[in-house]
Each structure stands twice: as C-alpha cells, then as structure tokens.
C-alpha cells in the first residue's frame, strides 16, 4: 500500500521542531478546555442554585463589584500574556532567521509535484526527499509557478512555497522513517495529487544515496531499452526532462536520471511499476488529468521500448 490509512498527525512529532510544536499544542487544549469546562460548570452551578422559587421576593440589585471585574479582565490577561510569550518562545526555537547559511536541500514546489536538489552534489530528485537524521537541516522553499505549501505534519510547521521568494524551514529528524505530508495550499487540477514523502536515513545511509543519485545514467547495454533510449531522444523528451549523461537537460519535468530508484510516481499518485508507466505515456491526461505531460502517439513496440528504457534508469 502507497500510504497507511491513519493520516499523518501532528500528535505524532517526529522532528525536535515538531515536539516543540506539540507541545505548545497540548497547553493550549488543556487551558481551552479548563476554561470551557470552568465557564459550563458554573453556569450549571448557578442555574441550578439561583433558580426562582415560588414566593421569591425580587432579588437585591447590585452594581458594580470591584473584585468580580479585576478577577474577570485580569484572568484572561493572565493567560493571553503567558501564551503570547509561550508562543513566541516557540516560534524563536523553531523558526529562526537563516541567515547566510545555505540550505542543505532546495525544494521547488511545481504543478503539481516537487523538486528537490541538493547543493553541492548533481542530485535532483522528485516527491521522494531523503534527508538525514540527528542533524538540524535548513530547508529552502521556492516555487516555480504558483503558490504551493509545504507540509508533513509529523516534521513540524507547515511552509508556503511562493514564486519569486524564497522561505526556509528547519527539521531536525529524530529516527529513521517515511514522513508523508502533502500540498496544502490549492494550486490548481491535481492539488490533491500533489504529496510529499520524506525518507529519513541514518547519516551513512543518506551520504551513500547522495553518492549514488549523484552518478550520471547508465546507458542501457542493449536491446529494447537501448531503442528506447534513442526514442527518448528523438521525441524531444529531453526538453523538458533531464537525464545527466545525456543531451536531456530540460527542467520543465522530473529529473528522470534515477526514475527508477523511486517508488511512486506523480507526486506519490501511483506505485511505480512498468504497467503504471506505459499507462501514463500512453495517456498522461487518463492518468492525471491537468497534468502538464503532453500525449505522444506511439506506436505500441515504440512505447514498449520507452518503457523499458525508462525502468531501466535505476
Ligand atoms: Cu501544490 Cu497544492
């Protein structure tokens, strides 16, 4: 199965950041049910003891009652003054400036799917982002077209990803897991399709599979894949996807170098195996309809060969 049924949840933290998050979370649901339970239980409390009898004279007529009102402006100053400080407290240890640190990954939010690269290496990849864990990564948001949001809830905040601006965002992840998360600002057909998965590796781990993305593709040594190879070039495929070691270069698309390696495809739409491929050349719009893949005629042993060509490149 793709995703689990339970969703993923902010109950859950699974960074530093998100703990801090949680934890701010929780005090404002306990001081919101103390009050609401205090409000309802007193006026249960006063309904039933003050409640007219027959023979009641008028009752006596008050005004003013200096101890009831500062009780009753001074309390909730009281509390909007603490979780006023508890939240900005929060907000300094989780989000601080980045200042001229460079991002450990740039995320690039498209429709509808996301990039990620990783500066200083070659890597490019899609909706699949492995980062390490133990250490506090900087995050750089971007956007491509329109505006996307950034959010695995169990990793923490959520983060706007705006064409032209560049927002950040820190994680500190503390074990090894798959984090899903998803789009969450409405960026058009496909929104819904438009996930996120974090692979969360150990250090060594991680640095292997930087090392390994980081190598151009490999030429398929013969046969089917190889014509595809060909058919990939000359349907212009390249424009708008890359392929490191070959004249592909475009950037409109997935970087495909390592297509392979990844377990779904489309933005964690689909499982990726051979049968979800060939559907897709076949008909990106059947598949995903909105999708910017345009829909090439070809005959079946030409897609064939693309196909196998494309789960070639591991
Ligand atoms: Cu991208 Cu919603």
Known sequence: MLYSLAPPSIFDPASREADRLYALDVYFIVASLAVLLLVIGLLIYIVLKFRAQPGDEEPRQIGGNR??????????????????????????????????????????????????????????????????VGRTLLLQLRAADVIHDWWVPTLGQKMDAIPGQSNHLWVTIKKPGIYDGVCSEFCGAQHAWMRIRVVAQPEAEYRRWLQERGQSARTPAGGTALTGAHIFKNATCGNCHRVRGTDASGNAGPDLTHFASRKTMLAGMLPNT????????????????????????????SLNALVDYLVSLQ
Not at 90 to 101: E, K, L, Q
Not at 109 to 124: C, D, L
Request: aromatic share 10%.
């Open 67 to 132: 101890k009831l009102e500062i009780l009753m402006i001074g309390g909730p100053t009281v509390l909007v003054a603490i979780f006023f400080y508890l939240t900005v407290t929060t907000m300094r240890a989780v989000h601080p400036p980045a200042g001229n640190r460079s991002p450990d990954v740039v995320i690039n939010g498209r429709q509808f799917w996301w990039e990620a690269s990783y500066p200083g290496t070659a890597v490019t990849t899609a909706n699949e982002i492995h980062l390490p």
């Open 274 to 301: 051979k049968e979800n491929v060939r559907k897709w050349l076949q008909n990106p719009q059947a598949v995903k309809p909105g999708a910017l893949m345009p829909q090439f005629k070809y005959p079946k042993d």
